[in-house]
């Protein structure tokens, strides 16, 4: 079963930047669509970031368009999420997620529960 490990989360001051990273059991690039969660207390689970499988497709909603990147990471199960000028509202835990089965990333609406695989989440936190 696919196993995935977030790292890059920490601390930073507003208009800051953070690299979070995943790292995969097993090779995504190809396989698996990747969606970068969140979640904040009392808040839903978000979808941040979307890439398509063969990278030729990445989305994201308008609270972070812009300001997030999602893109391959340096080796073929790794997945990275460059997070630029970070705000007040950005703190959370931030997850990966991937599933093989195809879905719709449009806009990174997506649903939680039709993710398969989830690390355990890596922590952001924006302090002045």
């Known amino acids: 079963q696919l196993q995935l490990v977030e790292s890059g989360g920490g601390l930073v001051q507003p208009g800051g930047s953070l690299t979070l990273s995943c790292a995969a059991s097993?090779?995504?690039?190809?396989?698996?669509?990747i969606v970068w969660f969140r979640q904040a207390p009392g808040k839903e689970r978000e979808g941040v970031s979307c890439l398509g499988r063969r990278a030729d497709y990445e989305s994201y909603p308008e609270s972070v368009n812009g300001r997030f990147i999602v893109t391959r990471g340096n080796t073929k199960n790794t997945v990275t999420l460059q997070m630029n000028k970070l705000k007040s509202e950005d703190p959370a835990v931030y997850y990966c997620?991937?599933?093989?089965?195809?879905?719709?990333?449009?806009?990174?609406?997506?649903?939680?529960?039709?993710?398969?695989?989830w690390g355990a989440g890596t922590l952001v936190t924006v302090f002045s």
């Open positions: 997620a991937a599933t093989s089965k195809r879905m719709s990333l449009l806009k990174c609406r997506v649903t939680p529960t039709d993710l398969h695989y």
């Open positions: 097993e090779v995504l690039w190809d396989y698996y669509d």
